[in-house]
DNA sequence: TTTATGTAAATGATATATCTTTAACCTCGG
DNA sequence: CCGAGGTTAAAGATATATCATTTACATAAA
């Protein structure tokens, strides 16, 4: 329990009203900023006191969790950050591929011009974050672009798909991002922009897919590529 | 709490260990053939006492189907079965030809004659449903039938989005199981197989969403534009 | 009659106690 | 020195009691 100090949880924006949700938030931000290491044991009375918490909730916000796939339940009964390898890695790129073509082009008839100069100021705002190099805030900042024109769409199916997806690929994000940021990722955001103006399916799905591919796809490639084998 | 004799929940093959997980898979399987209907409040207490357990785990199990969108958290804190519309029905099963054609081409490096075998029999069971009309069966055979496929592949992470949106539809089964029988599915679980036999990863694609969109796709249809509007 | 308000009942949320399972360890026999 | 078996400690699972919120209902005032 004293172990968990290393976890950097931030207490996120206003209160939460119930327990759980607030338990919840806190370890979802974050394993989705890649605060905690893959392998590591959630245990339940550490976390509840660590928390400051009854056991019961922060159950709850554990199981919520591993049923977003974001930890994993072993047999033992014991919840762990899940280890993936390789190949579930690469899957878990074509999934954010093919789901977030699929979230955009349903946005796209709900895009207003509001909405994309929204999505332009978070970029500038990525950007400033990058020549800081503050890599947790660019990890949101990201996010935030991509929700911002997923979540245009009213009809809300694909998002959580989405967030599970991204959840899976938390764990790895800080690894990931000192490799990110030579690639430079923002450039795909204009295309995304610009496919966007011009009401452009096509273009915003391919724009969309490099952005994933050669941002994370690549850098997690190169993360898999140094360690030799992982299993789950 | 009288009114939830008419859940017919199956208690499904072997024990499960723990209560939690024993009444998430009552409630899943119940869900999944549609055998709870849209908009039924799911109370913790009610539900408890109907399954014999205490509240605690009943509220795990129903808070784990919530975050697999299969349940649905009201403002109020109560949890309800998902009343969707006719857009979000289409995303469903947009999401399902998506989803399924990726598992498809991934688990084709993986599947053996005997596995192709196994469906082979799976779909003469269905045969044997639909000549019965049991529906139920027709769909657990139908998913049996799919998931096999899925599930060739080792890597496991498009699987659990795929049973999260079969899970979102399960409520409408029984309402479509009946125009999707005039649509006689079965045929499209022919072309599926020819196309494993012949390892075609874009025959393979196109019969599976032939068999979700000529199937569920089009019954769906029409059970949406026969109720005028259906707000979530 | 309608609406506001207060009270009681129902329901969800949480803390706690207890039970069960799992893991760690230690002794004893080989 | 190693492994089997048993004992203890730790961790998860569940039942229960209690707290907090929401809903339902009844009464009274406009």
Redesign the pocket.
Known sequence: MDKLSHFEMPVISGEY?????AVYHRLRNALMVGAIKPGT??????LAQYLG?????V??ALRRLSSENALQV??????IVPLINAGQFEELILLRVKLECLAAERALPYVSQILIDHMITIDTQMDRAVSKKSFDALSVLNQEFHTVLYTANPNQTVMPLVESVWLQLGPFQRQMMNKTLSYYVVDHHKHIINALTQRDTKGLCNAIAADICEGVGRAGKEVFASQSEQCA
């Open positions: 009203i119930t327990a759980h949700e044991a959630m245990r339940i009375r550490a918490h009854s056991p019961t909730p159950r709850e072993l047999d033992n009964r014991r919840i």
